[in-house]
């Protein structure tokens, strides 16, 4: 299990991933340049194969690392976040 951060980074983390993620998976996070990110769509998905994904990116495709922006802890914790419906 992910750890979790404090009250104030989450709201930061939830807020990064509306917007920035928002603005390629939809704003609902329910799809658009890239996938849904739901948790119907992330079931089958090993939790860290996401977490890679949302750290290193995805080279060769438009999904961008995010490494200078959360630790690998953090990606973890959206990870956990997403597969169990993202806050609002």
Do not use: N
Request: hydrophobic share 40%; aromatic share 6%.
């Amino acid at each position: 299990m992910a750890s979790e951060p404090d009250a104030a980074r989450q709201k930061e983390l939830v807020r990064l991933v509306r917007q920035d993620c928002g603005s390629c998976h939809g704003m609902t996070l329910q799809g658009g340049l890239g996938p849904a990110l739901l948790p119907a769509t992330l079931h089958d998905k090993p939790a860290e194969s996401l977490v890679a994904t949302i750290y290193y990116g995805r080279p060769g495709t438009p999904m961008p690392p995010w490494k200078q922006f959360m630790s690998e802890a953090e990606a973890g914790w959206i990870v956990q976040k997403l597969m169990s419906g993202f806050p609002q």
